[in-house]
Every structure is written in C-alpha cells, then in structure tokens.
C-alpha cells in the first residue's frame, strides 16, 4: 500500500515545552528513529504516516512545534485544523509538567472544537531522575478528561501504541460528531476526504519541512 492509499487524513499536533523530547517522539514515530544530540525546533517541522482503524486508512499528518518562547505566536498559527494533540512533558522537569496546563489551553483556543487530546510523560527511561509522580500526572489528567501516557523515545517505548489510541479515539470522535453536524469534508488536490482541516489542508505524504536551531537538547 502506497503512502496515497488513505480514507481520512487526521492533523495532529505535538507540543510542549522546549527540551520535552516532542521532536525525537515525532522521528521515533515517523522514521522509528532517535537522536540524543536532536536540536530545537525552529518554527513546525511536519510529515505522516499512515495507520489503519476499523479498516479504514488514516493519514496521521504530525507537526512537531516549537516549544521555546520566541517561537510560540508562530507555532499558534500550525494548531489551526488540528484534530488531535499529544501535549508532551519530561517526567525529570516538573516545570515542563506544571506548564501543560498552558498548552493545553492554548491548543483548545486554535485548534478544532472536537479535538483529541492525550497528555504525554516523556523519557520514562530516566526513572531515577523522575520529578513528576505518575499519580499526580493521572489526577491532572483525569481532571482534564485527558487520556494519559508515559513514553520514552529513546527506548521506544508506549510511542506508536500512543499515536494509535490518538488518532483512534480522534476517529470515534468524529464519527459520533458526524452524525449531529455536517463536519465531513473538503478534499485535497488528490481527491482525499480531509477531516483534519476545512481550509487549506496540505497533503504531505512522506515529505517533510525540517529547520532546526543549533542548541538545546530535544531528547
């Protein structure tokens, strides 16, 4: 099966703050790669991968967004059309964690109004170093109604089976939502059905956008 052979394409976002480990959960995911010197993102880096639920093929298109400060009002812009997010902390920063809360915000205030979103403890492999209680991350998350994952994506772990309950509930979602309002779809230049975006979709396949600055570990 082609990279074009897909029924629905599904915009998810990752976001979080610098330094969380979003872009090596992004390559772990698209490439099943991982890279520990991995630099901060510069403005949206994106690609897809394809998935299949309830025999159907979804287009997962990813953008990975930048989480330092300087690059936020421009990151904003890439939540638009999002129908899921992963909103990523490090277990070893509790700061990264208590700033979830502001992403989340911020993601609900720009992306669709169904949107699916999973709260994400990164580099669980750093057990020894944890500053953010599995408990306490849950409570946040069940007082949210978020799902709730702890990954490393270093040791890949928890990172596909993460992106298939996303995309997966993201699908459920929708088709519930399907039947109360008129919310299916334009289509791409290639004749796509498109749930993720009513405007300006981009259909990506496996090309990606990828600028990157020169410090700051994304590990």
């Known amino acids: 099966m082609s990279e074009e052979d897909y029924t629905y394409l599904f915009k998810v976002v990752i976001i979080g703050d610098s330094g969380v480990g979003k872009s090596n959960i992004f390559t772990r995911f698209i490439k099943d790669e991982f890279n520990l010197d991995s630099k901060a993102t510069i403005g949206v880096e994106f690609s897809a991968k394809n998935i299949t639920i309830n025999d159907k093929v979804i287009k997962a298109q990813v953008w990975d967004t930048a989480g330092q400060e300087r690059f936020r009002a421009l990151a904003k812009n890439y939540y638009r059309g999002a129908v899921g997010a992963l909103v990523v902390y490090d277990i070893t920063n509790y700061d990264s964690f208590k700033n979830a809360e502001k992403w989340l915000k911020e993601?609900?205030?720009?992306?669709?109004?169904?949107?699916?979103?999973?709260?994400?403890?990164?580099?669980?492999?750093?057990?020894?170093?944890?500053?953010?209680?599995?408990?306490?991350?849950?409570?946040?998350?069940?007082?949210?109604?978020?799902?709730?994952?702890?990954?490393?994506?270093k040791n890949n772990l928890n990172i596909e089976s993460a992106f298939n309950r996303l995309v997966t509930e993201v699908f459920e979602t929708l088709d519930k939502v399907g039947g109360e309002e008129d919310n299916t779809t334009t289509t791409t230049t290639t004749g796509k059905p498109v749930i993720s975006d009513k405007t300006d979709t981009i259909t990506i396949g496996t090309t990606k956008k990828n600028q990157q600055a020169d410090s700051g570990c994304a590990c």
Do not use: M, Q, W, Y
């Not at 979103?117 to 007082?143: H, P, S, W, Y």
């Open 107 to 153: 993601v609900k205030e720009h992306a669709e109004p169904h949107l699916v979103t999973l709260l994400i403890g990164n580099k669980c492999d750093l057990e020894e170093n944890r500053a953010v209680k599995t408990e306490d991350a849950t409570e946040f998350a069940e007082k949210a109604g978020l799902g709730f994952v702890e990954t490393s994506a």
